[in-house]
């Protein structure tokens, strides 16, 4: 089995910068993370944890309402699929578990709340520093991980060719602007920003 990896403890400026960033109100991010931290392991979540958090938020979802003529069973077996697409997707180092970083990342892409465009720019920035620009390396990797997330069939290598081919170049690399028009503008990716896998947000704890 070997020594389990350790995460770290996300600080309260973070929590606000994210917050400020995309709008999710301070109290309600502030519960997610104690979600996070009450579920986890060390501030990480292996694909089991994960699993126990997704169904705890997924309850506040139309589409859970809509599945109410599945059997227990079969709703399990298909919110644990989901689960595990959407773990697989930002598993960004592939570790088998999820950072509080990489778990709020996927669920601020999973909020129809929030415009597509904050949204992909809040992935991009947490990707990696990009100054702007989409490097091939990165861009490639976030178009395959947009498709496995949202069932998208396409050609990630022809996608990033095409962008190349109608977008100005800076050094090799794409502006970040024109790679989030992409998304916006496509009807498939869209769509599934609207209509795809959704955790609403919580309503807030009462006061006590």
Known sequence: ?????????????????????????????????????????DYLLDKTEFRRIYKDLIRYSPQYQDKSHLTSCELNRRNNATADRIFKTFDRDHTGRLSFDEFISAYIMLQNSISPQIRLNFLLDHYSQNNGYITPTMGRRVIQDMSDLYGVNTDCQQVWRNLETNCPLKNGCIPQQAFTEYFINHPAYSSAFYNGVQIPLPPPSPQL
């Open 1 to 41: 089995m070997g020594n389990r990896q350790k995460g770290r403890q996300t600080a309260a400026w973070e929590l606000d910068a994210i917050s400020n960033l995309v709008g999710i109100p301070r109290n309600q991010l502030e519960n997610i993370y104690k979600d996070f931290r009450r579920v986890s392991k």
